[in-house]
């Protein structure tokens, strides 16, 4: 990426609004029931629950998903400086997840190496459902600027949001009251749990 492409990619950024949450249902509603679009649907679903940046999700493994569909470990990633982190996730985004990996059964990674799961191919399939979302290359980041906000309206605290946002580690996003880290994960997994509705 150039300087000027640079420069430019941020002030996009700056100017970036959160996809409206009755919007982002809409997406999902009306992808659901249409084949063409159910890909589209699982990625934007996967996007709105857990606020994965696209080389995060990309790089996201079949072994990265918890068998028991509790818990998803998202690695650190050499672009971006966040760390690694677990995520609770819930059966509908569990389900998109698997769902994304029987595309590519043979592939370890769960978006695989098939074009109908490549971002770019993706803003063809949002024209016909959310032109607006579809004018920038950065949608599903507007989709995690959603997911930060429903995050704070929901009075999660700062701290757990940074870390389920990867801008944070666990250690210095929770106070340190000479707990655990089963116990931590059961704080940030149960402040969504009780406060977030899945989408």
Not at 37 to 46: E, F, I, P, W, Y
Request: glycine share 4%.
């Amino acid at each position: 990426m150039t300087v000027r492409q640079n420069t430019k990619m941020r002030k996009q950024i700056g100017r970036m609004q959160p996809a409206a949450t009755d919007d982002i249902r809409e997406i999902i509603s009306r992808c659901e029931n249409n084949p063409e679009l159910q890909v589209l649907g699982n990625m934007v679903r996967t996007i709105a629950n857990t606020g994965l940046r696209n080389k995060e999700f990309e790089s996201l493994k079949k072994s990265d998903i918890d068998p028991t569909g509790i818990w998803l470990h998202v690695g650190r990633q050499r672009t971006v400086a966040s760390p690694e982190r677990l995520l609770p996730i819930r059966p509908r985004t569990y389900d998109a997840l698997v769902s994304l990996h029987h595309l590519n059964p043979e592939s370890e990674f769960v978006l695989g190496d098939s074009p109908r799961t490549r971002f770019d191919y993706m803003i063809r399939k949002l024209k016909i459902v959310a032109p607006q979302l579809a004018r920038t290359r950065l949608w599903s980041y507007s989709i995690r600027l959603n997911f930060e906000c429903r995050l704070v309206l929901a009075g999660i605290p700062m701290g757990t949001v940074k870390y389920v946002l990867g801008r944070e580690s666990l250690r210095s996003s929770l106070i340190d009251l000479a707990l655990t880290h089963e116990q931590k994960m059961q704080v940030v997994r149960r402040s969504l749990e009780r406060f977030l509705a899945e989408l």
